[in-house]
């Protein structure tokens, strides 16, 4: 049986977590590297690092935070925010990330989709995609941090970026993002169920309830959060062992060491 990952989120916006809602009124959460330290102490499954303005501010994203991020932990790293090319992409490899999440360039590139599975392997590119609810049962893709409507269906979008070699879909819920009223259920269940490949639900978590609620309504191979793990509401084993308690296998403890990195 499928054990369920949960995964805390690192919005980095100048050098800081920051945790805002529905993609605005971002407040500090900390330092990165002693949030990321925490949550490895939490044997979270694994931290997803997100530069959430590179790609709007159209500039590259911080190596040295990441690099940083990445010496003190020994969980699996992912990161994303301003990669653009595959060069990019082995650079962020080089700084200790385990994979590379695309959106914005992603969308402007699909292509960068299929080279970077191609250059790196499929279990290293995330798509991450951010969803806003346009009609009953539809949903349009955003860019630049929430910023920019494409136009683009979100059932579309993901069935072609499954189809250029994405290994993983990390699914963010404009309409959820920071509410903390529990994640999107319909747009998770849909998205699941469209694509065959590992779909990660993000955002809108308030409690463990909301854990077990979406692992146990969709697909979903994994579950990510931030504001309830940030301000310590409710630590990562708390809700691994609510998980557990209502009958949902999450992966064990994490212990030991990264695997070898390939050669980039």
């Keep these: 049986m499928l054990q369920r990952r949960i995964i805390p989120c690192l919005d980095v916006k100048d050098g800081r977590v920051v945790k805002g809602v529905n993609f605005v009124n971002l407040q500090d959460a900390g330092d990165p590297v002693e949030v990321a330290r925490r949550y490895d102490a939490q044997e979270a499954?694994?931290?997803?690092?997100?530069?959430?303005?590179?790609?709007?501010?159209?500039?590259?994203?911080?190596?040295?935070?990441?690099?940083?991020?990445?010496?003190?932990?020994?969980?699996?790293?992912t990161v994303g925010g301003g990669i653009r090319t595959t060069e990019d992409m082995r650079k962020i490899l080089a700084a200790g990330a385990d994979k590379i999440s695309i959106n914005t360039a992603a969308v402007d590139n699909p292509r960068l989709i299929t080279e970077g599975a191609e250059q790196f392997g499929s279990q290293c590119i995330v798509v991450a995609i951010d969803g806003k609810k346009s009609s009953d049962d539809n949903w349009e893709v955003y860019i630049h941090g929430g910023r920019t409507a494409t136009g683009l269906d979100l059932l579309d979008w993901v069935s072609e970026v499954e189809q250029r070699g994405a290994g993983e879909i990390l699914?963010?819920?404009?309409?959820?993002?920071?509410?903390?009223?529990?994640?999107?259920?319909?747009?998770?269940?849909?998205?699941?169920?469209?694509?065959?490949?590992?779909?990660?639900?993000?955002?809108?978590?308030?409690?463990?309830?909301?854990?077990?609620?979406?692992?146990?309504?969709?697909?979903?191979s994994a579950a990510l959060a931030a504001s309830v793990f940030h301000y310590d509401k409710y630590p990562v084993p708390v809700v691994r062992n609510y998980c557990r308690e209502q009958g949902v296998p999450v992966r064990p403890p994490w212990k030991g060491e990264k695997n070898e990195k390939i050669e980039l």
Excluded: W
């Design 45 to 77: 499954d694994e931290v997803v690092f997100l530069d959430i303005t590179a790609s709007s501010e159209q500039r590259d994203i911080m190596i040295e935070t990441v690099r940083k991020t990445a010496e003190e932990i020994f969980m699996p790293l």
């Design 171 to 220: 699914l963010t819920s404009m309409d959820a993002d920071g509410t903390q009223d529990g994640f999107d259920i319909p747009m998770v269940k849909r998205v699941a169920e469209t694509v065959k490949i590992p779909v990660i639900a993000s955002v809108g978590a308030g409690s463990p309830e909301d854990f077990v609620e979406v692992f146990k309504q969709t697909k979903a």
